[in-house]
C-alpha cells in the first residue's frame, strides 16, 4: 500500500474553473503536510502549507486538511493555462526531515 | 535572499569519471537535502543533513558520497556511476526539521545528470 496517495491523472479543466486535487495518507502520525508544483523540466516549488484541520487560503489556492479522514486537498480557483504543471503532495511525520511524496497528479488547463 | 542554487546544471559523465554536485543557500536553514528524481516520479529522498552532520542515508550506494563543508553548503561526490544513475538531482534545504513550518523544503534547480 502506498503510504501517499495522489488522483492519477492527467486532469484537464477548462480556463477559469476550478481545478480541485486529492491526496489521501496512511500514516496517522503525519503533522505537516505540503503541496508543490512542478513544471516540466523544473525543480519542484512549494506553494502551499498546512498543519491543522481546517482550509487554508493563499490567493487562488486553497489547502484543506482532514486529519480525520487522512485526506489533503488542493483547490486552484479561476484556473489559467499557468497552471498547467505536476502537482506534488507530500506529507511528514516531522521525524528527521522526511518527506513522503505521492505520485503526483498532471494538471492541464484548456484556454 | 530566499534561494537554493546548485551547480552545474547539466552534467554528462562517463562511468569512470569522478564528478561533485554542488549546492548552496543563504537562507540560514539548518536542514540540508539530496533528492533524486527520475522522470514522471516524485523525487526520492537520498540524504539528510542536520546542523552540518549526516542524519538519514535512505541506503545510497557507496558510488554517491555526500558532504557538507559548512551550513551553507552541500556536495554529492559521484565516482563510478551507472547509466541508471541518470536523473535529476535536486537539493533542498529547510530551517530544521522540527516541526510544521520548520520542515517547509525549498528545492533548488537541480542538476540534470547523464551516465554514459
Known amino acids: 500500500q502506498k503510504e501517499v496517495e495522489q488522483n492519477s491523472g492527467p486532469l484537464s479543466v477548462p480556463e477559469g474553473a476550478i481545478a480541485s486535487l486529492n491526496c489521501t495518507y496512511s500514516?496517522?502520525?503525519?503533522?505537516?503536510f505540503f503541496w508543490y508544483r512542478q513544471y516540466s523540466g523544473k525543480s519542484p516549488e512549494l506553494i502551499m502549507s498546512?498543519?491543522?484541520?481546517g482550509d487554508k487560503e493563499d490567493g487562488r489556492f486553497t489547502a484543506q486538511l482532514n486529519k480525520a479522514s487522512q485526506y489533503v486537498s488542493l483547490l486552484i480557483r479561476d484556473s489559467q493555462p499557468s497552471d498547467s504543471a505536476t502537482y506534488l503532495c507530500a506529507v511528514s511525520n516531522n521525524q528527521g526531515g522526511k518527506l513522503i511524496f505521492g505520485q503526483g497528479t498532471e494538471l492541464s488547463v484548456k484556454p | 535572499d530566499t534561494e537554493v542554487t546548485q551547480t552545474p546544471k547539466h552534467l554528462v559523465m562517463g562511468m569512470t569519471n569522478k564528478k561533485s554536485l554542488k549546492c548552496e543557500q543563504h537562507?540560514?536553514?539548518?536542514?540540508m537535502y539530496w533528492y533524486k528524481q527520475k522522470a514522471k516520479k516524485p523525487p526520492e529522498l537520498m540524504f539528510v543533513?542536520?546542523?552540518?552532520?549526516?542524519?538519514i542515508n535512505e541506503s545510497v550506494p557507496s558510488r554517491f558520497s555526500p558532504e557538507c563543508p559548512n551550513s551553507s553548503l552541500l556536495n554529492l561526490h559521484l565516482h563510478a556511476l551507472q547509466p541508471e544513475d541518470s536523473a535529476l538531482y535536486l537539493c533542498?534545504?529547510?530551517?530544521?526539521?522540527?516541526?510544521?513550518?520548520?520542515?517547509?523544503?525549498?528545492f533548488g534547480p537541480g542538476t540534470r545528470l547523464t551516465v554514459l
Open positions: 500514516d496517522r502520525g503525519s503533522q505537516s
Open positions: 498546512i498543519y491543522s484541520n
Open positions: 543533513y542536520s546542523y552540518e552532520k549526516l542524519s
Open positions: 537562507m540560514g536553514h539548518r536542514a
Open positions: 533542498a534545504s529547510s530551517q530544521d526539521h522540527a516541526s510544521g513550518m520548520y520542515n517547509e523544503q525549498f
